[in-house]
């Protein structure tokens, strides 16, 4: 065998495969996919953390929940399904939505709907990457009623982020990586430690082409740590 030819090949089948992957991995981007626009669609595909601080795929297990419509009646038959790198999960209908659930987080999902001669198909997104907290650091001891820094760590800047505390529903901030929590922002007591969650959530999402005017498809990923609140008399 020429030995030229088998260098030249290798070389340019790594080359390749550095240059892009497939449509399910990550940085693969958005499809709003096509379809009859006949269905109305709003999904949403939600990563939530198995532990504190979670910083690896297998952290997180992603939660699907889609509903459909046709000419204002809810679809409950036919297959609904969404796919990543991790394989194809079907959803099963529950109380007026498509559920499923999906071990890990594989951040590019695509979802895939069939019903008669109804459909619509290859909508994907590509969602955002893991976010880990860099301050406050996980247990930490914090003055409630004090301004606290909040940042995070990650790659590529999500289409929407949020916050939550016990005191603070949701508030959208930038995905900049860095907020001050204004005091009394979290929960304290008068008398002894009181322990607060506090979650960054960051979503990206597409509109379906192929898909009646309103529809959307999402992908976020949630992440939290837990600070202690020192006591505070003014409670």
């Not at 790594?14 to 626009?37: H, I, K, M």
């Not at 109305?40 to 532990?51: E, H, R």
């Not at 910083?55 to 409950?76: C, H």
């Amino acid at each position: 065998m020429n030995h030229y030819l088998v260098s030249t090949t290798f070389v340019l089948s790594t080359a390749l495969a550095a240059c892009g992957g497939g449509p399910l991995d990550p940085g693969a981007g958005n499809d709003p996919g096509n379809g009859t626009s006949t269905l109305l669609i709003d999904g949403q595909a939600i990563a939530t953390p198995q532990l504190s601080n979670a910083r690896s795929a297998a952290d997180f297990e992603t939660s699907f929940s889609v509903r459909i419509t046709l000419a204002g009646q809810t679809v409950s038959t036919g297959t609904v399904s969404v796919t990543s790198a991790g394989g194809t999960v079907p959803l099963t209908f529950n109380n007026g939505r498509w559920e499923g659930v999906g071990a890990g987080y594989d951040e590019v999902y695509r979802l895939d709907v069939e019903s008669g001669a109804d459909n619509a198909r290859s909508i994907r997104v590509d969602g955002p990457d893991i976010h880990t907290f860099t301050a406050p650091a996980p247990g930490a001891v914090v003055d409630a009623p004090a301004a606290i820094d909040l940042t995070w760590s990650r790659d590529d800047e999500a289409e929407s982020a949020s916050l939550r505390t016990e005191q603070i529903d949701e508030l959208a901030v930038p995905d900049s990586g860095r907020y001050q929590l204004p005091p009394n922002a979290l929960k304290s007591e008068r008398d002894k430690p009181h322990e607060n969650t506090i979650r960054i959530r960051r979503q990206n999402r597409v509109v379906p082409s192929g898909a009646v005017g309103g529809s959307e498809w999402r992908v976020r990923i949630d992440n939290s740590i837990q600070v202690l609140a020192n006591p505070n008399p003014n409670a």
